[in-house]
Every structure is written in structure tokens, then in C-alpha cells.
Nanobody, 124 residues
Framework: QVQLVESGGGLVQAGGSLRLSCAAS????????MGWFRQAPGKEREFVAA??????HYADSVKGRFTISRDNAKNTVYLQMNSLEPEDTAVYYC???????????????????WGQGTQVTVSS
């Protein structure tokens, strides 16, 4: 069982930055694919970014603005969000996929564990 706890959300003006963190329990963190998803009001949860031990993958909507990274020594994955736009407003969720894969998967159903989410609000 893996527990995930997100932090770092908040209110920011358009053009600003935030860094989300996700702390994971468990001794096999380094083998998991870690992903970030988001869900805006009235919309389905959508893929944002994911990282394995050797690759990253981003949604087109955040490519060039967001960066995902991980620190296996701290069992933590990060999402650096720059040039934020009002359309980025959502609850952001951290997720873990325990299937070994070089290339990160982006389907919600591929992820086995989820955090509670952290709210990101971007004002115009």
C-alpha cells in the first residue's frame, strides 16, 4: 500500500508560479511511475505529467510550462508550474503506477494509488 500526500497548492495570479510536492510512503518508490492529474469543476480528471526512472511525459496543454521531477531519496515527486493561466485552475492529484515501465503511462486507469488532491487557483 502506498500513501500519497500533496502540498503546495494555493492562489496565484496569472503568469505566476507554484511548485507542488507529493510525498509517498513505501520502500519501493523509485520503481513507481509517478503522475500528476488535475480536475477542474465540471470536468473530467485529466493527465498533466508523469515520470518514470528514465523518462517524462506531458500533456500538450502544459508542455514548456510545467516540469515534473522526483527525488527518490526523499520519496517525493514535484510539479513546477510556471506561466500559470486561469485555465490551469483545478484540484491537482498525485498518483502512483506500480507497473514497471520505461515510458510513463497517462491513462487514469493505469494508476493504482491516489492522493487527496491540492487546490490550485489562478486568477486573471
Amino acid at each position: 500500500q502506498v500513501q500519497l500526500v500533496e502540498s503546495g497548492g494555493g492562489l496565484v495570479q496569472a503568469g505566476g508560479s507554484l511548485r507542488l510536492s507529493c510525498a509517498a510512503s513505501g520502500r519501493t518508490f523509485s520503481s513507481y511511475t509517478m503522475g500528476w492529474f488535475r480536475q477542474a469543476p465540471g470536468k473530467e480528471r485529466e493527465f498533466v505529467a508523469a515520470i518514470t526512472w528514465g523518462a517524462t511525459h506531458y500533456a500538450d496543454s502544459v508542455k514548456g510550462r510545467f516540469t515534473i521531477s522526483r527525488d527518490n531519496a526523499k520519496n517525493t515527486v514535484y510539479l513546477q508550474m510556471n506561466s500559470l493561466e486561469p485555465e490551469d485552475t483545478a484540484v491537482y492529484y498525485c498518483a502512483a503506477d506500480n507497473t514497471a515501465s520505461y515510458y510513463p503511462r497517462k491513462n487514469i486507469n493505469d494508476y493504482d494509488y491516489w492522493g487527496q488532491g491540492t487546490q490550485v487557483t489562478v486568477s486573471s
